[in-house]
């Protein structure tokens, strides 16, 4: 019996934050913000994520009484320009633009409140589409947050491939649709999940994003 062959895919649709967008300059203001130094916050949310917690769990271990919705909305209020060119990682420019020129379907879509949408769209980068899970109506990792993706790409989830940097919220959850999923390994989620026993889950697994074409080819 002759193996089928695995759905081509048509479109690739990229998280963001530490797949495309270093975060370290967000969480080192969040450090300030709460008077604490960038290292000891970061212990702290690489201690939360080992642990499989919410990344919230960091503001109520480093100070219960961090008004956390407060805080949210002071920035909504004046911090448009979530993120600037020098907030993308060195590869994510690159990538985009040679796989828009492979013919890919590029789109954007993580959990973001809906400035990330200008924040983004200032950055202009080759893609075809950008949404977020305040547009979507969903948040990672629900399954109705994938389907309106794919239906955002006008195709079958099985065309689809997305990348992440999380096992939990973007490629176990992306898989389960029907989607490829591309685990990257960067970023402290991504460094923590690659030790998670349901890292051999993933389809695919990369280090950088120069490796992503190389590795879907394969099929």
Known sequence: MTAAMPTPVRAIVFDVGYTLI??????????????????????ALKSVIRER???????????????????????????????????????????????????????????????????????????????????LGAEKPAPEFFARIAAKAGMPASNIAYVGDRLDNDILPAQAAGMRGAFLVRGPWGEAHAKWPEASMAQHTIQSLDDLWPELSKD
């Not at 270093?22 to 212990?43: L, V």
């Not at 219960?64 to 919705?69: G, T, Y």
């Open 22 to 43: 270093d975060e370290a300059r967000q969480w080192a203001s969040w450090a300030a913000e709460m008077g604490r130094s960038e290292t000891e916050f970061m212990a």
């Open 53 to 135: 917690q919410h990344h919230r769990e960091v503001f109520k271990r480093l100070d219960p009484d961090f008004d956390l919705q407060a805080a949210y909305r002071r920035r909504d209020a004046t911090d448009d320009n979530i993120w600037e060119e020098q907030d993308l990682y060195p590869d994510a420019r690159a990538a985009l633009t040679r796989l828009k020129a492979r013919g890919f379907q590029i789109g954007l879509a993580g959990n973001q409140p809906h400035k990330a949408r200008h924040a983004l769209e200032c950055l202009t980068l080759p893609v075809d589409w950008i949404a977020n899970s305040a547009e």
